[in-house]
């Protein structure tokens, strides 16, 4: 090797050293998604634009200084879940715009505020789960202005600096459930914080606990506080919920906790004549727990109760739910989702005097509990607005209790398993919303209310739909088998249609016209018959029509024609054939006709017809060997005008025939095949004999036949160039005459002798003699 290609090489080894460290497989123009690939190193970035990459579930353990140094774009970094235990402390220098750090579920025992000095674009800071007990050395979030959501917890304490600096929080996770030691006013910024989320143990009384200075730091009427992952024994563990009460708190969350009756009750308790507006309970596992019931109070500025996936594992020993009656009796909004219930009984109801909203989404209510809940349509419900039974298990729809609903204006039944209306329906004319969609039903009857403003009966089974609505705004009809768009007359104030996936196969300016009022249209995914129309209707200028079509055009897919199919309407180009079929069709045929008859014209005029034929012919004459003499079949082939025939019966044919030696003639009169073609005749019999004998006069010039015998031989002429022809001269006629493009003939005869019929009767034996001679000269001359 020469020591340039050694340099190379050691080049290129040193190049695929540094390619040899990990790298992440699947990175897209900014963003590596390197989760779960095994990387114990962080990978090289692939170009600096890269602005998010998320290497959660690898092995990583150290971050070193210059990891991400090439990462100089990088918004959001996700580092959760590996098994970090150190990271340098300028690793993170060069990350000046990150926005977004995830460091949860490591093994991180020390936090630095070296870490975070030159990041002062983050916006989101997860350090959930890590085995850190204290925020540094206190400071620690200082330099992060922006900061809107932290994450955190495992801390045994929490110290007077540790947020100093975070001003403009509004999501903060608090894992306390280790906490010992809390200084009072840590956590309470200047703002408050929009969602605190807190996990912390709720110890018995007695029992030293920070629970108390932690709630009356984050307490705020502004501030939802969410207590998570945590349970709820003994009433006099509520009683730091006071702090709540005399804070002001509106909004409260219980999420994944355990929780018993009695904690419950204590807790209305402790809001007893509080602020609290809305309290939600979700993933709760509740249990019978009572240890003396007092008179429940009335939390008065209670609104909205939320119950999402209880869990009653003794639901059958549960007093109904008569034990909150009182918290229930002055809500106006309660939302009971997911909670396996199948019954409230009508007594119940009765308790609901303020109820505007009620939510009974996936439960189990049937026929008869809905009746039932119902009271059989006289339910005392005078304010009720919103009722939502959907994803129940409702078989048939009972058209008769909602009668005396006197402010009724929303029906949620979708997701229930009814497969038909009733013809008749009794509603208050409050009506406006009704969603039944994904039921079965098959068809719709005049059971819907005609106050309807929307309507949803998508993924339903409805092949028609004609029922008028005088003031539905927006129809949603997706999901269903219609073939056709519903007439727009019935519906004159729509203004949104939804009809996506059926089977409708177009649209046009003036079906959408139809409908008066109509601004917004969903069709997608039908089955579009794609026609000139239809991709001319969907090509042209969105601002053109007065529908706007707003879903995604790449989903209206021709169904047909079959060239077409599967492709979006916005890729089709149809041609002109396609598209003016009729016109295109008449305007080639009128081409076609134009072209036939101007060629027919010019045949006519010219005898093309002839000349191709003749030319043909004599090709074939040409390749075939030349007959000789005692071949042919005719000495000599007579061209004579008709007008002419007495003068070649009287005088040609005595005196060449019948005189000794006799020649043999060929009279196209006598001797042409009937039937045949006579042009075909003319060229056989010229072909088949030794002279071509024309009778030239002025008949003959005028001739039509003669012109075309005149033609061939003159043909011939050209190409043997030989004497087969001999001319009789009958009368005298003026050279001149004969057309111009017989210039060979008149060459011919200009330089040739020809031959005379003579006045003088004496000269005519001299005129036969000389005849006879120039047919039976030497047949030899023709030369070739
Ligand atoms: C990172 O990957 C995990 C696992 O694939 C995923 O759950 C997470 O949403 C991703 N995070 C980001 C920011 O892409
Ligand atoms: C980071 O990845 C984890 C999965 O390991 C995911 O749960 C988390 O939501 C991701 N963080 C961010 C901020 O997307
Ligand atoms: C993290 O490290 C521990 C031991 O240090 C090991 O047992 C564990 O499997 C590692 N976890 C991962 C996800 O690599
Ligand atoms: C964390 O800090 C403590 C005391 O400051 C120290 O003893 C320990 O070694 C540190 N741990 C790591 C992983 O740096
Ligand atoms: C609390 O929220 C109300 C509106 O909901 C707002 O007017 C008020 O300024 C907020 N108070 C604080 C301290 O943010
Ligand atoms: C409860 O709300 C009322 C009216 O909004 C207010 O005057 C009162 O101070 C609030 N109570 C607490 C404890 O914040
Ligand atoms: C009914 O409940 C379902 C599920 O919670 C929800 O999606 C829907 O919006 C609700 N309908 C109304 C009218 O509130
Ligand atoms: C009707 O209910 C379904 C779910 O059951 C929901 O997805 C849809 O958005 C609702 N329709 C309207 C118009 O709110």
Same mark, same amino acid.
């Given at each position: 090797m020469t020591p340039p290609s050694v340099l190379m090489f050691v080049l290129l080894m040193h190049q695929s050293f540094s390619l040899s460290g990990p790298q992440c497989r699947s990175c897209e123009q900014t963003t590596c998604d390197c989760s779960g690939q095994n990387l114990d190193r962080v990978p090289a970035a692939p170009s600096r634009i890269i602005t998010e990459i998320n290497l959660s579930s690898n092995t990583l353990k150290r971050i070193s200084k210059d990891d991400f140094d090439s990462y100089v774009s990088l918004q959001s970094l996700n580092l959760s879940n590996n098994n970090i235990t150190e990271i340098h402390e300028q690793a993170f220098d060069m990350l000046t715009l990150l926005e977004n750090l995830d460091l949860s579920f490591n093994r991180l025992e020390n936090l630095s505020a070296e870490w975070f000095k030159h990041l002062s674009s983050l916006r989101h800071l997860n350090l959930l789960e890590n085995r850190y007990t204290t925020l540094g050395q206190g400071n620690l979030f200082l330099p992060l202005r922006k900061l809107r959501s932290l994450y955190f917890g495992g801390l045994e304490s929490v110290n007077k600096n540790d947020f100093s600096g975070l001003s403009q929080l509004e999501d903060v996770i608090f894992d306390g459930s280790k906490l010992k030691y809390y200084d009072r006013g840590s956590l309470r910024l200047t703002r408050p914080i929009t969602h605190v989320t807190l996990n912390l143990l709720f110890p018995l009384p007695g029992f030293r606990s920070p629970v108390r200075d932690v709630l009356s730091d984050v307490v705020h009427p502004n501030t939802t506080l969410t207590f998570l992952d945590t349970w709820f024994f003994?009433? *006099?563990?509520?009683?730091?919920f006071n702090v709540l009460s005399q804070g002001g708190t509106r909004n409260i969350v219980f999420k994944k906790v355990t929780l018993s009756t009695a904690a419950c009750l204590a807790f209305i308790n402790q809001m007893a004549n509080s602020n609290l507006t809305k309290v939600t309970f979700e993933d709760v596992k509740l249990f019978l727990f009572f240890e003396r019931i007092d008179e429940i109070p009335h939390i008065d500025q209670l609104e909205e109760v939320v119950f999402k996936n209880i869990d009653l594992p003794e639901f059958y020993s549960f007093p109904a739910l008569i034990f909150l009656q009182p918290l229930l009796a002055v809500v106006s909004r309660v939302t009971v989702i997911n909670c396996k219930m199948f019954l409230i009984p009508c007594q119940s109801m009765g308790h609901f005097s303020h109820l505007e909203n009620i939510d009974m989404s996936d439960n189990y209510l049937t026929d008869s509990a809905f009746t039932e809940m119902m009271c059989d349509g006289e339910a005392d419900l005078p304010r009720l607005q919103t009722l939502n039974v959907s994803r129940n298990h409702l078989l048939t729809f009972n058209g008769q209790i909602f009668a005396k609903l006197d402010k009724l204006e929303n029906i949620d039944m979708s997701a229930n398993k009814i497969h038909s209306l009733p013809e008749t329906c009794d509603w208050p004319p409050t009506l406006r919303f009704m969603n039944l969609s994904s039921l079965r039903l098959t068809k719709v009857t005049s059971c819907l209310p005609r106050s309807l403003r929307i309507l949803d009966l998508s993924n339903n089974m409805l092949t028609v739909f004609s029922i008028e609505l005088p003031f539905l705004t927006d129809l949603y009809i997706s999901g *269903?088998?219609?073939?056709s768009l519903p007439d727009g007359g019935f519906f004159p104030r729509l203004v949104f249609l939804s009809i996506q996936d059926n089977n409708h196969q177009t649209l046009s300016e003036s079906i959408l016209n139809k409908y008066e009022k109509l601004e917004t249209l969903e069709g997608s995914t039908n089955s579009y018959i794609c026609s000139c129309d239809f991709v001319a209707f969907m090509k042209s200028e969105v601002a053109k029509h007065r529908v706007t079509i707003r879903d995604d055009f790449r989903l209206y897919v021709c169904d047909s024609p079959d060239a077409e199919r599967g492709k979006s309407v916005r890729d089709v180009t149809l041609s002109v054939f396609e598209c003016h079929t009729i016109l295109a069709f008449s305007l080639l045929f009128l081409g076609i006709l134009a072209v036939i008859l101007a060629f027919a014209g010019l045949c006519r005029k010219f005898s093309i017809l002839w000349y191709l034929k003749m030319t043909w012919t004599w090709l074939k004459a040409k390749r075939k060997p030349k007959l000789k003499k005692g071949e042919l079949n005719f000495d000599a082939f007579v061209s004579y005008s008709e007008m002419d025939s007495g003068w070649v019966d009287a005088h040609l044919v005595p005196q060449l025939e019948q005189v000794q030696p006799p020649l043999r003639l060929c009279l196209h009169k006598r001797d042409f095949l009937p039937g045949g073609w006579i042009l075909d005749n003319i060229m056989d019999a010229i072909e088949s004999s030794h002279r071509t004998l024309f009778v030239l006069s002025q008949h003959f010039v005028n001739s039509e036949w003669c012109k075309y015998e005149l033609d061939y031989t003159h043909f011939r002429l050209f190409d043997h160039n030989d004497d087969t022809i001999v001319l009789i001269l009958l009368e005298p006629i003026d050279k001149d005459t004969i057309p111009k493009k017989f210039c060979k003939l008149r060459k011919v005869m200009n330089s040739r002798t020809y031959l005379e019929w003579p006045d003088d009767e004496n000269q005519i034996p001299r005129f036969w003699q000389n005849l006879r001679a120039a047919i039976m000269k030497n047949e030899s001359v023709s030369k070739i």
């Amino acid at each position: 090797m020469t020591p340039p290609s050694v340099l190379m090489f050691v080049l290129l080894m040193h190049q695929s050293f540094s390619l040899s460290g990990p790298q992440c497989r699947s990175c897209e123009q900014t963003t590596c998604d390197c989760s779960g690939q095994n990387l114990d190193r962080v990978p090289a970035a692939p170009s600096r634009i890269i602005t998010e990459i998320n290497l959660s579930s690898n092995t990583l353990k150290r971050i070193s200084k210059d990891d991400f140094d090439s990462y100089v774009s990088l918004q959001s970094l996700n580092l959760s879940n590996n098994n970090i235990t150190e990271i340098h402390e300028q690793a993170f220098d060069m990350l000046t715009l990150l926005e977004n750090l995830d460091l949860s579920f490591n093994r991180l025992e020390n936090l630095s505020a070296e870490w975070f000095k030159h990041l002062s674009s983050l916006r989101h800071l997860n350090l959930l789960e890590n085995r850190y007990t204290t925020l540094g050395q206190g400071n620690l979030f200082l330099p992060l202005r922006k900061l809107r959501s932290l994450y955190f917890g495992g801390l045994e304490s929490v110290n007077k600096n540790d947020f100093s600096g975070l001003s403009q929080l509004e999501d903060v996770i608090f894992d306390g459930s280790k906490l010992k030691y809390y200084d009072r006013g840590s956590l309470r910024l200047t703002r408050p914080i929009t969602h605190v989320t807190l996990n912390l143990l709720f110890p018995l009384p007695g029992f030293r606990s920070p629970v108390r200075d932690v709630l009356s730091d984050v307490v705020h009427p502004n501030t939802t506080l969410t207590f998570l992952d945590t349970w709820f024994f003994f009433s *006099n563990q509520m009683i730091p919920f006071n702090v709540l009460s005399q804070g002001g708190t509106r909004n409260i969350v219980f999420k994944k906790v355990t929780l018993s009756t009695a904690a419950c009750l204590a807790f209305i308790n402790q809001m007893a004549n509080s602020n609290l507006t809305k309290v939600t309970f979700e993933d709760v596992k509740l249990f019978l727990f009572f240890e003396r019931i007092d008179e429940i109070p009335h939390i008065d500025q209670l609104e909205e109760v939320v119950f999402k996936n209880i869990d009653l594992p003794e639901f059958y020993s549960f007093p109904a739910l008569i034990f909150l009656q009182p918290l229930l009796a002055v809500v106006s909004r309660v939302t009971v989702i997911n909670c396996k219930m199948f019954l409230i009984p009508c007594q119940s109801m009765g308790h609901f005097s303020h109820l505007e909203n009620i939510d009974m989404s996936d439960n189990y209510l049937t026929d008869s509990a809905f009746t039932e809940m119902m009271c059989d349509g006289e339910a005392d419900l005078p304010r009720l607005q919103t009722l939502n039974v959907s994803r129940n298990h409702l078989l048939t729809f009972n058209g008769q209790i909602f009668a005396k609903l006197d402010k009724l204006e929303n029906i949620d039944m979708s997701a229930n398993k009814i497969h038909s209306l009733p013809e008749t329906c009794d509603w208050p004319p409050t009506l406006r919303f009704m969603n039944l969609s994904s039921l079965r039903l098959t068809k719709v009857t005049s059971c819907l209310p005609r106050s309807l403003r929307i309507l949803d009966l998508s993924n339903n089974m409805l092949t028609v739909f004609s029922i008028e609505l005088p003031f539905l705004t927006d129809l949603y009809i997706s999901g *269903n088998k219609l073939t056709s768009l519903p007439d727009g007359g019935f519906f004159p104030r729509l203004v949104f249609l939804s009809i996506q996936d059926n089977n409708h196969q177009t649209l046009s300016e003036s079906i959408l016209n139809k409908y008066e009022k109509l601004e917004t249209l969903e069709g997608s995914t039908n089955s579009y018959i794609c026609s000139c129309d239809f991709v001319a209707f969907m090509k042209s200028e969105v601002a053109k029509h007065r529908v706007t079509i707003r879903d995604d055009f790449r989903l209206y897919v021709c169904d047909s024609p079959d060239a077409e199919r599967g492709k979006s309407v916005r890729d089709v180009t149809l041609s002109v054939f396609e598209c003016h079929t009729i016109l295109a069709f008449s305007l080639l045929f009128l081409g076609i006709l134009a072209v036939i008859l101007a060629f027919a014209g010019l045949c006519r005029k010219f005898s093309i017809l002839w000349y191709l034929k003749m030319t043909w012919t004599w090709l074939k004459a040409k390749r075939k060997p030349k007959l000789k003499k005692g071949e042919l079949n005719f000495d000599a082939f007579v061209s004579y005008s008709e007008m002419d025939s007495g003068w070649v019966d009287a005088h040609l044919v005595p005196q060449l025939e019948q005189v000794q030696p006799p020649l043999r003639l060929c009279l196209h009169k006598r001797d042409f095949l009937p039937g045949g073609w006579i042009l075909d005749n003319i060229m056989d019999a010229i072909e088949s004999s030794h002279r071509t004998l024309f009778v030239l006069s002025q008949h003959f010039v005028n001739s039509e036949w003669c012109k075309y015998e005149l033609d061939y031989t003159h043909f011939r002429l050209f190409d043997h160039n030989d004497d087969t022809i001999v001319l009789i001269l009958l009368e005298p006629i003026d050279k001149d005459t004969i057309p111009k493009k017989f210039c060979k003939l008149r060459k011919v005869m200009n330089s040739r002798t020809y031959l005379e019929w003579p006045d003088d009767e004496n000269q005519i034996p001299r005129f036969w003699q000389n005849l006879r001679a120039a047919i039976m000269k030497n047949e030899s001359v023709s030369k070739i």
